[in-house]
């Protein structure tokens, strides 16, 4: 749920409403593909998918719980915990590997203090993957917040993340 911060967009989490989740599930349970519109549907929702959502969303799909995770977790937008109020990608694909997105991968981790899938401690930034913004010509690329930004550097990566933070 998008809310406002003086001007700066974050996303925090709602608290867990097992009968919104029921509305959201059933509303997607008679859609073509409607597991993945559910699923987003809840992360939307809730910030992030809870565990406790894969009963009834197995219920209603006529899966198993394991098979439910298993599509949750194969698709690497779906969240298994809240994300920070600001959320970095760096992109992990072959063109921006070249151009040296591990070493920038490396410098966001060692300058956050967390791992690629982790939200800092004060909740303020979370860290992913992502496979191809599809920007290669301007690579390495990362997102903050769903704004892509190219020519990444070390220091320019520093420059946003104090912006961000302030």
Sequence with gaps: MPQMTGDKPHITEAEWDEAEAHEIITRCA???GGLMEALHGLQHAFGYIPAESYAPLADAFNLSKAEVYGVKSFYHDFRSEPA??????????EACQARGSRTLTAHAQKMLGIELGETTHDGHFTLQAIYCLGNCAVSPNITLDGKAYGRMSADRFDILIKKAAS
Excluded: D, N, P, R
Aim: hydrophobic residues 45%; charged residues 10%; glycine residues 8%.
């Design 84 to 93: 920070g109020h600001h959320v970095i990608q760096i992109c992990q694909a």
């Design 30 to 32: 008679a859609l073509k």
